[in-house]
Every structure is written in structure tokens, then in C-alpha cells.
């Protein structure tokens, strides 16, 4: 009996050592394969255990494996994957392990690697582009190839609304400058796949429409590898771009960063009309502008995505971006010829401003989850930190001038502002199933915290502050959020419904205007999708969505920004938050060819509308609240190989938009604007060699019209080439595209009605040529493959729709 306490020590030992499983990997040459992927699983499920890699010298080390049957699976691109069975009780050293070359079975690998996929579910588009030929360049470039995604200038259109921006399921609280660059700087080779989601679901925030989810890769290839890359474009001016990416992951982390640099030179012109009217409403005068705006700058971005597992039940994750743009320098030169009614001969001014700029943002973003049960209930806790923080100068001088270019007079101002916003959140999310349902719910806290103030300066003589234009405005929002979430699909049919529900809190203080708006309000955001699958080839997706647009902090700030003395931006410290009620009937066949028809209203659609005044001759474009805006529309869309050479992917959208505006400058009387439009777009990838290292991408895309606010845009027509060749065993890659080629990009944007007639052309560097350059080092030949279900296994279960 006394040896009894040693007997069960001695059992427990043996049944829980580690053991350590080594080995070397060559070919049938005895030539030493380097960074082949060494997996082990968990026998008799086959349940992912350990990984590694082969090191220069071909060897490979797996540490602290318990006792136990497992399956060891190793590969390496152009050869056969071998699978070999082990039973492991102490430390093992399997020698060398021969795998055999298959050039066949490399070229079935890639040809299968370079077909991105969509995946189209009852409340989003999946296109799922990891290790394909579309993960080449920068993200930014990736998102204009997706379906369903047009870009106008800068933003991101989903169903002609603006769509939100997130990553890995978190928002992205960034202008649109700041978010091209940010994209541009992103590797898409990081990229696994982006969501457009045209119905988000309840753990979704209630504001936007649509939204757009990037995700990253989480595969399971061991190693490191990295890139560089260098871009140079040619506009009118010239710009480039350096950078670098870089991954490693091992058992238990995952680490991507990247650094890119950005010096530019954009050149952009404006074209613009006004008619001024008399009260009688006769012709007083007609003013042409032409203005020239050259932007220097030189940013900086880095960002990095860290993945730690802890254990089994316990995972964390850490990301952030810091960008810095400083001395960034900006020149307008304003020209205006006046025309009075009835004469010949044009006066006018000269207006010429300067801003100088610097603006620092960057976001920080922890994440623990842990799972709760076998079953996969877990609990996710994260929280967000989001800065920005800008100052700017600007320094302006206006002559004018006769019909005999003598100058009449002059004036000159100086404005110096800053502004500071800090964002926190904190979120927390609950996942299980309860019988028959998918079940989710959460709870989300956000603050925004901004001050801006702008001191104006009249330097015409002397330097005098100012006090009318001059401001501090103070901005306070918190936002408390709770939702729930249930899925559940049986035999045909699948439901997916959600409710939110957000308490939001608001206070803007405006000193100048000593005035103080606070909101508070409580508002129920349901979504509900119900799809009926008629036959193996046909479904169709009946939902509902209720969202929320609330005011830019910037559009609440009352400060004038000027483009020259009678031409200013202003914003409204009294905007209110818009309502959007969306219905949508979908039909899917084949996962091929998609038919959405919906509707949209917005009740206090937020928007940037001009009035022109014509008692002292000014045009002040202002956030205001429209009474409301409505969308009719029928899209059509297919995306599907052609041949094994060509894939593309066609889109189509007819549509009615209406909205009423007050007309504050013609008496407040409520006016309606209308159009209807059709936006057509064409991609197409084409592989010209049969070693698909060389291919080809044509982009063709047509908007007639579409209204923001009171202006009217449309006649839009964009092509865009591009090549890319792979040298060096695929070690680098060459890119070349040519960009809107027949500079037919942009059009005209009108206002008309009653006493408001005012129009402008802009014309940025839209036909530019890029050439594009990215080596690959390191482990670059290992893809970010996951374990999935084999196809046979997936039919047997029950087959998820919805969300």
C-alpha cells in the first residue's frame, strides 16, 4: 500500500507527458524542402492539434504533444501531400520524409487558387478572394473589384447609398482621405474575404444602410514572410508609394504589420457657374470660376494585427493604425469673371489661398474571447480608443478688378483652426445555441468626445481678431446600445431577425452662437430576413431593415470654411439624425445570377446642399436636414467563369430617387427633386498564359444620374486596364493599369429650381498610369489555407442559410 501513491504518480505521469515530434522533409533528389506546412491532428476526429514548418535545412520540430493517435499531414507547394498515422507515447525523431513532385498536381493548385468565389447569402455578398489572383496590390484596389461596390470620390456606394466601413466586424471611424490611405497601405494579401452587407444584423451599429466588412486571413500556415512594394502613378503630377508587409504566425500567434510611406502631388480643377437672380426674377448676373488646387503630401501609415491563443477556451487580439500627415500643403487659386445683365465686358476677382496642414488619427483595438462549451457558446469582450488630431491655417488674398483689369480693391484674411476628436467604445457579445436557434445578443457603450475652435483673422490692415467667425465648439455624444439576434433554418426555409435598441445622448456647444443643442432620443432598430429555398437552383430572401444616420461632428460645427470670399462651407449646429426604412425582395439562382428589387426612405435625409444668395451674391453650401429622400430600384448582377480563363462579374442597377428639400433661400417653400437613373458596371479578369502568371483586368462601368441633395450627377464613364505579370517563380509581381483612359470620369453637377441656379465640373487626377511593383521573401509560397469540411461531409449537414 505504500508503493500505491508512487503507482499513481507514476501512471499519471506517463499519461500526461509531452512529447516532442521531430523530423526532416526532402524530395525524391534528397534536395531539403524549406518552410513546408507540418500538421498534426487529433485522431479519431480528426481535430486540428499542432503545427510547424520546416526550417532552410528542411527539418521540422512539433514540441509538447501528449500521448495519443494522431494524423501528421505534410505538404508543400509542387508536391504530393503525404498523410502518415503515429501513435506517440515518448519523444520522436521520424528521419527523413520523402515527397514526391507533381507538377500536374501544382498547376491544379494554382488554377484553383486564382478563381475568387462569391457566396451569396440572405443578408450579404461574400466574395472570398485569400490566395487568389485578385490578392494582389492594396486593398483599396480589391474593394473597386468587388461586387456590388462603386467608389465616387472617396466614398464607397452600396445600392447607391454610402456604405460603413469595418474591419474584422469592427467600425472604422475615418474620413474618406484618411480611409484611402489607410487602404491603400493594406496589403490584399491579407485579405480573406469582404462582406457587402446589405441588411446587417442586429450586432451590427444602427447607423449606415450598408455596410462593407473586410476580413483578414486566420489561416493556419506556419512561418514568416513578407513583401515589399514601391508604386509610381502618373497624372498630371506624379506620385509613389513604399511599403512593406509582413506576417508571421506559430502554434499560438499570428502577427501582421505594415508600413507605407505616400508622397503626393494632386492637382485638381474645378469648373463652376452661378446665376444670380434679381427678387422680381430676371437675370442680374452671371460669375464663371475656374479654380486650381494642388495638394503636397506626405503620409505615413502603419498598421498591425496581432492574434494570441491562449489556450482552448481563450483567445486574444490586438490591433491598431497610426497615420501622420504633417506639413501638408495646399494651394488654391480662384479665379471669377463677373458678367453683368446685359453688358460685354466682365469684372471680377482674384482670390488665391493657402493651407497649411497637419493632422495626426490612429485606432487601438483589444479583444478577448473565450469559448463557454463544447457546443461553441462563447463571450467576446472588446474595447476601441479612436484620436484624431488636425490643425490648419489658412491664409487668403482676394483682388479685384474692373472691366479693365485695374485692380479696385483688395482683402485678406488668416483662419487658424484645431480640432480633437477622441472616441472610446466598449462592447460585449454573447453567442450559443438554444435548441433549434442561433442565438446572440450584446451590449455596446461608445463616447465621442471633440473641441474645435477657429480664430479668424482680418489682415487686409493690420491683424484684428474677428469674434463673428471666430468660434469653440464643444461636442459630447454617448450612445448605449443592447441588441439580440436569432437564425435558425429548417427543411426550406431559413429566418434570421433581430432587434436593436439605442439610447443616444448628445450636447453641442456653440460659444460664438451661444447656443446649445442637446439631443436625446431612444430608438428600436429591427431587421428581419425570411428565404425560402423553392428548389435546389432558386431562393428567394423577403427583409426588412431600420437604420440610422446621425450627424458628422464636423457637420454639427457652425464654422465657415472658405473657398473665397462669396463662396464658403458652413456647418449646422442644429442637424438631426435621419431615419431609413429599407424593404428588399431578392432572388438568387445557382449562386450566379442575383436580383434584388427594393425600396428606401430616409425621413431628414442628411446631406450638403447649396443656396446661393442673391441679395449679397454668396453661395454657402450647408448640412442640412431633408425633409425626406425615396429609392425605388431593380439590380441585377452575375458572376461566374466564362472559360477556366475569363471570370467576370456584371452588375446593373435601374432606379427612381426623389427627395424634398426647404428652400431656405426662396422662401422656404419645399422643393422636390427627382431622377431616374441606370449605373452599369463590367469586370473582367483574363488569364493570358497558361501558367496564369500573366492576366489581364478590364473594368468598364456607366452612371447616368443620381441626386445628392439638390445636385443632380451623372454621364459617367470609366474604363480602367491593368496587367499583372509574376517573374521570378512567382517571387514578385509587375502591375500596370491605366486609369479612367478616356478622361470621361466626371460630369457636371447641377442645381435648378426657383431662384437657384448654380452648377460645378471637378476634375481630379482621374486618367493616371500606375506601375506597381511587389518582391515576396520568406515563407511567401506557403498560403493561408484553413482546415475545411470536406464537400461529402457538408451535404450530409443541415445546409445554413441566412446569417
Excluded at 515527397?99 to 491544379?108: C, G, I, K, M, V
Aim: proline fraction near 2%; include cysteine; aromatic fraction near 14%.
Amino acid at each position: 500500500m505504500k508503493c500505491f501513491p508512487l503507482f499513481i504518480f507514476l501512471v499519471f505521469i506517463s499519461t500526461t507527458a509531452q512529447n516532442d515530434l521531430t523530423g526532416t522533409v526532402s524530395n525524391n533528389k534528397m534536395e531539403l524542402i524549406a518552410y513546408s506546412n507540418v500538421v498534426l491532428f487529433k485522431m479519431p476526429d480528426s481535430v486540428f492539434y499542432k503545427a510547424s514548418y520546416t526550417d532552410v535545412e528542411g527539418q521540422f520540430k512539433i514540441p509538447d504533444c501528449s500521448n495519443g493517435n494522431y494524423t501528421l499531414q505534410i505538404s508543400s507547394v509542387g508536391y504530393v501531400p503525404l498523410s502518415r498515422k503515429l501513435s506517440l507515447n515518448q519523444t520522436t525523431d521520424l528521419g527523413t520524409i520523402i515527397l514526391n513532385e507533381n507538377t500536374e498536381e501544382l498547376d491544379a493548385i494554382l488554377i484553383r487558387a486564382s478563381k475568387p468565389t462569391i457566396d451569396k447569402r440572405a443578408d450579404r455578398l461574400v466574395f472570398n478572394v485569400e490566395n487568389t489572383v485578385l490578392s494582389i496590390g492594396n486593398t483599396q484596389n480589391l474593394l473597386k473589384k468587388t461586387p456590388g461596390v462603386f467608389e465616387m470620390e472617396g466614398t464607397y456606394m452600396v445600392q447607391n447609398s454610402p456604405a460603413v466601413i469595418y474591419i474584422n466586424n469592427k467600425r472604422v471611424y475615418l474620413t474618406s482621405d484618411e480611409l484611402s490611405a489607410l487602404l491603400r497601405g493594406y496589403s490584399a494579401d491579407n485579405i480573406k474575404s469582404v462582406e457587402v452587407i446589405t441588411n446587417p444584423p442586429a450586432s451590427y451599429d444602427a447607423e449606415g444602410v450598408a455596410v462593407i466588412n473586410i476580413n483578414t486571413s486566420k489561416g493556419i500556415s506556419l512561418g514568416y514572410k513578407g513583401n515589399v512594394s514601391g508604386q509610381w502613378t502618373q497624372g498630371t503630377f506624379a506620385k509613389y508609394q513604399l511599403g512593406s508587409s509582413h506576417f508571421y504566425k506559430n502554434n499560438w500567434l499570428h502577427v501582421y504589420s505594415s508600413y507605407n510611406y505616400n508622397p503626393r502631388r494632386d492637382l485638381k480643377l474645378d469648373d463652376a457657374r452661378i446665376g444670380f437672380f434679381n427678387p422680381d426674377g430676371s437675370r442680374s448676373e452671371r460669375w464663371f470660376t475656374k479654380l486650381e488646387k494642388v495638394d503636397r503630401s506626405a503620409a505615413h501609415n502603419f498598421n498591425t494585427i496581432v492574434d494570441m491563443t491562449v489556450n482552448e477556451r481563450n483567445s486574444l487580439s490586438f490591433s491598431g493604425n497610426f497615420s501622420t500627415n504633417q506639413n501638408n500643403d495646399v494651394t488654391y487659386q480662384n479665379e471669377t469673371l463677373v458678367l453683368q445683365e446685359g453688358a460685354t465686358m466682365f469684372t471680377g476677382f482674384n482670390a488665391n489661398s493657402q493651407f497649411e496642414n497637419n493632422r495626426t488619427n490612429g485606432f487601438a483595438n483589444a479583444q478577448w474571447q473565450h469559448v463557454l462549451n463544447e457546443e461553441g457558446a462563447s463571450l467576446t469582450l472588446q474595447g476601441n480608443y479612436i484620436f484624431t488630431d488636425s490643425d490648419q491655417l489658412q491664409n487668403l488674398s482676394t483682388r479685384f478688378f474692373d472691366a479693365d483689369q485695374t485692380t479696385t480693391g483688395t482683402n485678406s484674411f488668416l483662419t487658424d483652426t484645431f480640432q480633437e476628436i477622441d472616441i472610446y467604445t466598449a462592447k460585449l457579445d454573447f453567442i450559443t445555441t438554444i435548441g433549434s436557434y442561433d442565438f446572440s445578443s450584446g451590449l455596446k457603450f461608445s463616447n465621442v468626445s471633440s473641441t474645435s475652435s477657429q480664430n479668424f483673422f482680418d489682415t487686409n490692415s493690420g491683424s484684428t481678431l474677428n469674434p463673428s467667425l471666430s468660434d469653440l465648439f464643444l461636442y459630447e455624444e454617448n450612445i448605449f446600445a443592447a441588441y439580440a439576434q436569432i437564425d435558425r433554418s429548417w427543411e426550406k426555409w431559413s429566418l434570421a431577425a433581430g432587434l436593436r435598441l439605442e439610447q443616444t445622448d448628445v450636447e453641442g456647444d456653440s460659444q460664438s452662437l451661444g447656443q446649445v443643442n442637446t439631443q436625446e432620443y431612444l430608438e428600436l432598430f429591427p431587421n428581419l430576413a425570411l428565404t425560402h429555398q423553392l428548389n435546389e437552383n432558386n431562393s428567394y430572401t423577403l427583409s426588412y431593415k431600420r437604420t440610422i444616420d446621425r450627424p458628422r461632428y464636423t457637420d454639427l460645427n457652425p464654422f465657415k470654411t472658405f473657398l473665397n470670399d462669396f463662396n464658403f462651407n458652413t456647418g449646422n449646429p442644429n442637424l438631426q439624425p435621419s431615419f431609413n426604412n429599407k424593404f428588399t425582395l431578392s432572388w438568387n439562382h445557382q449562386n450566379t445570377w442575383f436580383i434584388d428589387t427594393y425600396f428606401l426612405y430616409t425621413k431628414d435625409l442628411l446631406s450638403d446642399v447649396p443656396f446661393q444668395n442673391n441679395t449679397n451674391n454668396t453661395l454657402n453650401i450647408q448640412s442640412i436636414n431633408l425633409n425626406y429622400e425615396l429609392q425605388y430600384s431593380i439590380d441585377l448582377a452575375t458572376y461566374q467563369y466564362i472559360n477556366k480563363s475569363w471570370y467576370t462579374g456584371v452588375s446593373a442597377s435601374l432606379f427612381y430617387m426623389e427627395n424634398e428639400t426647404k428652400a431656405i433661400q426662396s422662401g422656404n417653400v419645399d422643393v422636390v427633386s427627382s431622377t431616374t437613373g441606370f449605373y452599369l458596371n463590367s469586370f473582367n479578369r483574363f488569364n493570358m498564359s497558361e501558367d496564369r502568371t500573366l492576366s489581364m483586368d478590364v473594368d468598364v462601368s456607366y452612371l447616368s444620374s443620381i441626386l445628392f441633395g439638390t445636385y443632380e450627377w451623372g454621364g459617367s464613364f470609366v474604363t480602367n486596364v491593368s496587367f499583372n505579370k509574376s517573374i521570378w517563380k512567382r517571387r514578385a509581381q509587375l502591375t500596370l493599369a491605366f486609369n479612367d483612359i478616356f478622361s470621361t470620369q466626371n460630369q457636371r453637377m447641377y442645381t435648378r429650381y426657383l431662384n437657384q441656379d448654380n452648377n460645378y465640373l471637378a476634375l481630379p487626377e482621374t486618367r493616371t498610369v500606375t506601375l506597381g511593383f511587389t518582391y515576396n521573401f520568406g515563407n511567401f509560397r506557403l498560403e493561408n489555407n484553413e482546415i475545411t469540411t470536406p464537400e461529402e461531409e457538408e451535404r450530409i449537414s443541415k445546409k445554413e442559410r441566412g446569417l
